[in-house]
């Protein structure tokens, strides 16, 4: 994110948290009466840095410092830390170690809606969910109008919220929650609902608040944390598995936490298994990863055992998918080329030249059929995975190879 | 929403001063008023838009208490000993205060419920909660009094000067319950015995307190736990300002008055140190 020349004053300072947090509720409850006890006795500063009985940390040891502008991404599994952070960072629960200061308004789109009561109206409900991010009541009359708008959903406003569709729900939450005015905004998952024009005009919006403000982006959708962020903090078990302003590394360390490297099998009639894939002669399952070159061929050997002596070719298809399982490609054969009988073990060998992909991991599913698109035999997800590298990354996922001539006109 | 920059800093322990976390308590209760009248609002017209009675269900309780007891004076089920007022009215009068004190008292810790989910996720001043308790008692009292007032007509009641002093009654009375009720919210908002157990323990109280009936002056034991209760002045109190009686324990209702004060600043205080951990715990 470039400066845009507005004063950049550190505005969130995060010095060391860490927070525990115990696993038994019976025990959290007792363990919340003795804090509660002892956080109003004076002078018993409370051993807070040591773990009691069936408690863990549920982060620890977490730093930054974000100004004006900036943008920092949370990222990490399910679990790893990421909202209890978020709660420490907005003052719902204190911190166990550390210190958290905070410079001016702070927004949180974690909740949208919040304070909805379904039996009341849109509009009554705009008023409650503002109250609760708080706005004083000119705010809202003086932005009412602008939130419906925002909103999209003039025609139902006066209709009990019980009767809106959950993206009805969304899109009105999210209108009141776009009239904040923060300088520290803190983005939960919570955009992923409504329809695509919808999100579309969240994220510009979100877009155009983001010069204004210090942001902390908590996602799953990497696009948008790459897109956005200009630091990144990827968590694991509330620990930093890693910190810094390559955004880009810290989500291929993310990806690459999935890389179990498990065949992942969708359908099967049990006649046919997958044996040894080869990437460019390398055995997947010897090395760790195989890399190919931008524009350097790629053959992919299947080898499949039959149950029974096969005979006729079946219908072999592979597919390619980047680290967040889209499908960027298929591999395409002539099948006039194609012809023979098979026994009980067969290699498929797919050749391809010059691949032109963009920088980063791939996948590679398996289709078998007995006709194209007719009659599954085996399909199996993730049989391979092989890395792209080239000096420059980008972004779509194919870097395609191009000539460019300049003439006077 | 321009306001000059404010610093918030959160960390392990408690640095502030009691007095800081205090004032901090008392400036938020003003400036969350927004909130709390939105809460309370929101809380009451969903209520009464979902019923087809309405308003009428705020005055249903105070009014089949009423009847039951006169229904068992005038049966002479059991005997009582001179009221000095038509007996409805005293019924009315005593199960209103009592009604305010145990809407006030769990007041806090329902209007707490209401937003648990929201506790979790977004960081509002937490003090509105207390204020929106208080708004929807005031709102109940409101109905009642009309209630009342049709009944004052009906038995001819007197009524005298000392009915402009109903406020300071009803603030007494609202004080004396939040500050009780601020106490217990952040144990009742861990544990749900808390809540269960103020039901039948309000019920028991209600019979160790003038509210169905005149306290009989025993001059042993019983009767000085009867006569210190301070919910004695305070439901007899009440009473008397509405239906232009002289005030009783003078000096004891004051000083109850005085002591809910200081009451409500430390359970605030308290209030407030516990509530992020409580967060931590009920979060949703």
């Keep these: 994110m470039e400066d845009k020349g507005i004063n950049r004053e550190t505005l969130v300072e995060v010095n060391n948290i860490s927070k525990k947090f115990c696993k038994d509720l019976k025990t959290s409850l007792y363990y919340g009466l003795l804090d509660t006890m002892k956080s109003v006795v004076p002078f018993s500063k409370s051993e807070n840095n040591t773990l009691r009985a069936k408690e863990f940390w549920a982060v620890k040891d977490i730093s930054f410092t974000l100004r004006r502008g900036e943008c920092i991404g949370l990222i990490g599994h399910n679990g790893a830390g990421k909202s209890t952070l978020l709660k420490i960072i907005n003052g719902l629960i204190n911190p166990d170690e550390g210190r958290v200061v905070l410079t001016g308004k702070v927004g949180a789109l974690i909740e949208l809606g919040a304070g909805f009561n379904p039996i009341l109206t849109g509009r009554e409900n705009i008023y409650n969910n503002a109250a609760v991010l708080g706005f004083s009541r000119n705010e809202v009359d003086e932005k009412i109008d602008s939130i419906i708008a925002f909103s999209e959903i003039e025609d139902f406003i006066d209709s009990p919220v019980q009767n809106y569709s959950s993206g009805m729900k969304v899109r009105l939450g999210f209108a009141v929650a776009a009239h904040m005015e923060p300088d520290v905004l803190i983005v939960d998952e919570v955009l992923a609902v409504g329809d695509l024009g919808f999100v579309l005009k969240c994220f510009q919006q979100i877009d155009e608040i983001l010069p204004n403000t210090a942001m902390i982006f908590v996602s799953h959708n990497m696009p948008m944390v790459s897109r956005i962020c200009n630091q990144i903090i990827l968590m694991d078990h509330g620990v930093v598995q890693y910190q810094g302003n390559d955004v880009s590394k810290g989500i291929d360390m993310y990806y690459s936490t999935f890389n179990t490297g498990d065949k992942n099998i969708v359908f099967t009639d049990d006649s046919t298994e997958v044996g040894h894939v080869h990437i460019n002669g390398l055995d997947t399952e010897q090395c760790d990863i195989v890399s190919v070159n931008w524009l350097d061929d790629l053959h992919v050997s299947v080898d499949l055992n039959f149950k029974t002596k096969r005979g006729k070719l079946p219908n072999v298809n592979l597919s390619i998918f980047d680290k967040e399982y889209r499908g960027v490609a298929v591999l395409s054969i002539d099948e006039r080329e194609v012809s023979g009988d098979i026994g009980t073990k067969a290699r498929f060998t797919f050749s391809h030249k010059e691949l032109q992909l963009s920088k980063g991991m791939y996948s590679i599913n398996l289709i078998i059929s007995e006709k194209k698109n007719t009659s599954p035999i085996l399909r199996v997800n993730d049989i391979a995975k092989f890395q792209v590298s080239y000096k420059e990354e980008v972004w779509p996922p194919f870097m395609l190879k191009t000539n460019l001539k300049v003439e006077n006109a | ?284």
């Excluded at chain 2, 969903?46 to 309405?54: P, T």
């Design chain 2, 1 to 284: 929403m321009k306001e000059t920059k404010n610093v918030r800093i959160y960390t392990p322990n408690v640095d502030n001063s009691i007095f800081s976390i205090f004032l901090e308590g008392l400036k938020n209760l003003y400036s969350s008023h927004f909130l709390a009248y939105q809460i309370a609002k929101r809380d009451i017209s969903a209520q009464y838009r979902q019923s087809f009675l309405g308003l009428l269900w705020s005055v249903v309780l105070p009014l089949s208490t009423a009847a039951v007891w006169i229904f068992m004076k005038n049966s002479n089920t059991v005997s009582l000993s001179d009221t000095g007022i038509y007996y409805p009215v005293f019924v009315f009068t005593g199960t209103m205060a009592w009604a305010i004190l145990t809407e006030t008292i769990m007041g806090t810790i329902n209007v707490t419920q209401t937003m648990r989910s929201t506790l979790s996720k977004i960081n509002f001043p937490k003090e509105a909660l207390i204020t929106a308790g208080i708004y929807k008692t005031l709102f109940n009292v409101f109905i009642k009094l009309i209630i009342l007032s049709i009944l004052l007509f009906v038995f001819k009641q007197d009524i005298s000067w000392s009915i402009s002093l109903f406020p300071i009654a009803l603030f007494m009375m609202i004080l004396f319950g939040t500050s009780i009720g601020l106490l217990i919210t952040p144990i009742g908002l861990l544990y749900g015995d808390v809540g269960k157990l103020m039901t039948p323990f309000m019920q028991v109280l209600m019979y160790f307190s003038p509210v169905v009936f005149v306290l009989p002056t025993y001059d042993n034991a019983i009767g000085r736990i009867l006569y210190y209760n301070p919910l004695t002045p305070l439901v007899n109190n009440f009473r008397n300002i509405l239906v232009g009686q002289n005030f009783e324990q003078v000096s004891y209702y004051i000083s109850i008055g005085l002591g809910s004060l200081l009451l409500f600043c430390i359970a605030l205080i308290f209030y407030k140190i516990t509530i992020p951990i409580i967060t931590e715990r009920i979060g949703g």
